[in-house]
């Protein structure tokens, strides 16, 4: 399984150290505009090609899959390209800007048997896999809440009268997209789509939000999921039932230790031995690559796509307008 990557952020850095980690996934390309931007991450990973060329990297016959991890908005236009030239794709989170962007490369890829990944972190975790095994112990489930906070490198920018990618909504940034969006994930992959949702942010000038709390509204209980880049916070969480509660440390994205509190008793569960997260989800990916296993992938873009309705639900709640929502996309 060969893999080019299209960035050169310190998520493809992650996203590469994981590869390495799994026998069987090979990077071999890497896509940057500038040549010198790539070189350090090429020369770390012992990646012989570099393209300067976005053209030339996906007619790259020794490419399988592509790594998309362009800002948030050129998301569906690399995926496309990719797709459109026999090429798997993992499109790293949010999948893209808008429902649409995201149903037209679904289709795509089902008509041509391509398979398309959207890479978010927590829902391949084994810690994961044991909060749901574990949710049952719980009884009837009354509230949960979920915190990523982490104040961002480029925030300090944003301040002093810069717009990085990720606070721009020419770029379709932002708290929600960008972080809150593993809590929107957490919550989803346990109990699927909320009857409403409804999000709250602090707003910039630009309108782009640096945090905000989404609640999601289900029949039996309320989840709350907050996001801040403008601050930092205990990142946690928890989901609490009649019988009791589940606490998992340091926030859903990486779901790190799992806290079990059931009759004044704590069960410590934890069965995630690699610091890197990215590892699990390659590691999937890779076992539904070599199966063939076609259902497996198209369930996963389905439970994707379910999860970007929420997300845009989210951010039109709270009148955040993208640049994306105003262009008409087609996969010709």
């Not at 910039?204 to 996001?227: Q, R, W």
């Not at 379910?306 to 307008?321: D, P």
């Amino acid at each position: 399984m060969n893999i080019a990557t299209i960035g050169t952020g310190s998520i493809v850095d992650t996203f590469l150290a994981a590869a390495e980690q799994v026998a069987g996934i090979t990077p071999v390309a890497m896509y940057s505009r500038k040549e010198s931007t790539a070189m350090p991450l090429a020369q770390k990973y012992n990646i012989s090609k570099i393209y300067t060329d976005l053209n030339a990297l996906v007619c790259d016959s020794s490419i399988d899959f592509i790594y998309v991890a362009s800002p948030n908005s050129l998301h569906f236009e690399h995926t496309l390209l990719a797709l459109q030239h026999g090429k798997h794709v993992i499109c790293e989170k949010p999948f893209t800007s808008t429902v649409e962007e995201l149903e037209l490369l679904i289709q795509y890829a089902k008509q041509n048997k391509l398979m398309l990944f959207e890479a978010i972190t927590t829902i391949h975790l084994p810690n994961y896999k044991l909060i749901q095994e574990q949710i049952n112990l719980l009884g009837p489930i009354k509230f949960i809440q979920c915190n990523i906070s982490q104040y961002s490198r480029k925030y300090n920018d944003f301040l002093a009268g810069e717009t990085p990618n990720v606070f721009n909504p020419k770029f379709s940034g932002g708290a929600l997209y960008d972080i809150n969006i593993y809590n929107i994930h957490f919550v989803l992959n346990l109990f699927g789509k909320p009857t409403h949702i409804h999000y709250t942010a602090n707003k910039h000038a630009n309108g782009i939000d640096t945090s905000g709390i989404a609640v999601l509204t289900y029949p039996e209980f309320i989840a709350e999921c907050v996001g801040c880049k403008d601050t930092r916070s205990m990142n946690f969480a928890l989901i609490q039932g009649e019988k009791g509660y589940i606490h998992v440390l340091n926030g859903a994205n990486g779901c790190e230790k799992i806290l079990v509190h059931l009759d004044n008793e704590v069960h410590e569960l934890n069965e995630q031995n690699n610091p890197n997260w990215w590892y699990y989800e390659l590691f999937n990916f890779k076992q539904i690559f070599e199966n063939k296993d076609y259902d497996a992938c198209y369930d996963l873009l389905a439970y994707s796509h379910n999860v970007l309705e929420t997300l845009v639900a989210a951010r039109q709640s709270a009148g955040i307008i993208f640049e994306a929502d105003s262009v008409i996309r087609t996969t010709k």
